[in-house]
């Protein structure tokens, strides 16, 4: 940077005259800067609302599928049976008693200072008849647990305190197994032996030798429709969730108990009207949006004249072109039949709203046909929504990435500036401070001249 030096010699202020011709040759930049802001201000207005469009996509997408208005409402008259219908259920009740819970296996072993065989070799029969054997390391009962639960066998084994040996004083230990999965098929027999010697015969099970016992049997868990009639129908399940009692219905078991239980389903009007709000609702927050941007504003500058300045979105084709697309994504006719029908309603101001009660209306008098109405404008939403704001190549997308790349160019444009202003600067500073030395030359030559003439003008007298 320069060094400004003020007018020793002539006088002028030499920093406040290069600052306003340097203010003179910033003009240039001075636009540069003012473009990149502006269009800052542009990229900033559509990534916000690049982002409301995305994601209308998303949740319109989610409502064009048969899970976006299949919804259902599922209710027990038990509160120990919860139920949750999904897609496909079906409006209806059914009467059941849950006659048994699922539960694993739990069997312990009789109490042991140490396993009594050397090496310990255990075999498990699981209820399909698969054997698989485990060795443990050593016949300490933690040895053993560990080598059951390292061999990946389906069931679970704990070492527990058992007391005191009365005849030794050492610790006693048992060892509890339990199934890794509940209902019948986790159900298995625990045997000393090898594989060879279960098959042989030979084998010690368990559950035999002293002090040994079963806490708790695996079993399925157990519903009886209808029960107490002809038509008594068990289902079971290995877990206490049931899928397959009715279409798109899971429920959930927690206690047995011989008092019927009546399960419901029915549509979900309230859920259902709520997707259809969200999905108007969001729509119109892009409507408002687009318009608050739109719009033109007027101040008053301090000479008291009236500035008008456009909006964000003033006169832009891009964004004009977006709002078209997805209002005709709104509001043409299916098969005919006006969206507002079912109380998707778009007024002359291009606002859009849900009438609660047609849509309740058309909903009660034909629900398949309403609900279907509500998937294929939410389709064409999601459509409509998916080509504006791609991230690859959507319209308004693609309109950002362009106007960055100006932005990238404006500020390389403005960079080169800085450097030229700079010289600039360099160069009037060096002129001006060249200036005040030749004045200053010229002074002293002035000086000298005059001392010369009144030299003369003594001798001639």
């Given at each position: ?121 255990l075999t498990f029969v699981a209820a399909d008849g698969t054997m698989k054997q485990v060795t443990a390391s ?185 709002t078209s697309k997805l209002t005709a994504a709104a509001q043409a006719p299916l098969d005919g039949v006006s ?123």
């Amino acid at each position: 940077m320069g060094m400004a030096v003020d007018g020793l010699i002539s006088g002028l202020n030499t920093t406040d005259l290069i600052n306003q011709l340097m203010q003179a040759e910033a003009i240039p930049q001075t636009l540069l800067k003012s473009k990149v802001t502006d269009s800052t201000t542009y990229i900033t207005a559509m990534q916000a609302l690049n982002s409301k469009i995305a994601a209308l996509t998303d949740a319109a997408g989610k409502t064009a599928k048969p899970a976006g208005v299949d919804l259902h409402t599922a209710t027990s008259s038990s509160t120990s049976v919860t139920v949750t219908a999904g897609v496909g259920a079906t409006d209806g009740t059914i009467d059941f008693t849950v006659d048994k819970v699922a539960q694993s296996q739990v069997t312990v072993s009789g109490p042991l200072t140490q396993w009594p065989d050397q090496p310990p070799v255990l075999t498990f029969v699981a209820a399909d008849g698969t054997m698989k054997q485990v060795t443990a390391s050593s016949s300490s009962i933690a040895d053993v647990a560990a080598a059951i639960n390292k061999a990946g066998v389906g069931v679970s084994a704990t070492r527990v305190a058992a007391g005191l040996d009365p005849a030794t004083g050492d610790q006693l230990y048992r060892l509890q197994l339990s199934s890794a999965k509940t209902g019948a098929a986790g159900g298995f027999t625990a045997y000393r032996g090898t594989t060879a010697d279960v098959t042989a015969g030979t084998a010690t099970d368990l559950l035999t030798e002293p002090g040994a016992a079963q806490v708790r049997a695996a079993q399925d868990a157990q519903l009886t429709l209808w029960a107490g009639t002809g038509a008594a129908q068990v289902v079971t399940s290995a877990t206490n969730t049931f899928t397959d009692v009715l279409p798109g219905v899971s429920l959930s078991v927690s206690a047995a108990s011989t008092t019927p239980v009546t399960l419901t389903v029915a549509r979900d009007d309230t859920a259902l009207a709520a997707v259809a709000s969200s999905l108007v609702s969001t729509l119109n927050d892009i409507f408002t949006y687009i318009d608050q941007k739109q719009a033109v504003s007027t101040t008053t500058n301090a000479t008291g004249g009236t500035v008008v300045t456009a909006g964000a979105f003033t006169g832009d084709s891009t964004v004009r072109d977006a709002t078209s697309k997805l209002t005709a994504a709104a509001q043409a006719p299916l098969d005919g039949v006006s969206p507002s029908t079912y109380g998707i309603v778009v007024a002359s101001d291009g606002s859009i709203s849900l009438d609660k009660d047609k849509f309740a209306a058309a909903l009660a008098a034909d629900p398949d046909k309403t609900k279907a109405a509500l998937q294929a404008i939410a389709g064409r939403v999601a459509d409509a929504a998916g080509m504006v704001s791609d991230k690859y190549d959507g319209t308004i997308t693609t309109k950002i990435a362009g106007e960055q790349k100006t932005v990238k160019g404006l500020n390389g444009q403005i960079s080169d500036w800085d450097l030229r202003l700079s010289d600039r600067r360099a160069s009037l500073e060096k002129t001006y401070a060249t200036l005040e030395v030749n004045l200053q030359k010229l002074q002293s030559q002035s000086s000298w001249l005059t001392g010369q003439l009144a030299s003369l003008s003594t001798s001639s007298s």
